[in-house]
């Protein structure tokens, strides 16, 4: 069974910076995508960065420069470091996996990830 965990949400003011955490368990890595997608009240969810397990990565437009996803295999876990902040950045942030290629997943977007986890919530006061 797999399992996603989010960690690391918080409240900070504009311009500050957190780091989300996803400790995956249960997972074989193969041929895979593990991305972070985000939700604010009444939107859909977007996906806002992915790393694949060649380490390439790829970012939604609105987060280029400002946020970087990175992943430790020994310790089976995704990262996503969050700097410049923005109140727009507010939204629960959720970790997933797909069994895919990055480049299906942002053709897809959610609806291409297998796994996710429950979220973690980041407000982002001005």
């Known amino acids: 069974q797999v399992q996603l965990v989010e960690s690391g949400g918080g409240s900070v003011q504009a311009g500050g910076s957190l780091r989300l955490s996803c400790a995956a368990s249960?997972?074989?890595?193969?041929?895979?995508?593990m991305a972070w997608f985000r939700q604010a009240p009444g939107k859909d969810r977007e996906g806002v960065a992915t790393?694949?397990?060649?380490?390439?990565?790829t970012y939604g437009d609105s987060v280029k420069g400002r946020f970087t996803i990175s992943q430790d295999k020994a310790k089976n876990t995704l990262y996503l470091q969050m700097n410049n902040l923005k109140p727009e950045d507010t939204a629960m942030y959720y970790c997933?996996?797909?069994?895919?290629?990055?480049?299906?997943?942002?053709?897809?977007?959610?609806?291409?990830?297998?796994?996710w986890g429950k979220g973690t919530l980041v407000t982002i006061s001005s």
């Open positions: 249960g997972y074989t890595y193969g041929t895979y995508c």
């Open positions: 790393i694949d397990n060649n380490g390439s990565t």
């Open positions: 997933a996996a797909a069994n895919r290629l990055c480049w299906y997943v942002w053709w897809r977007g959610a609806n291409a990830m297998d796994y």
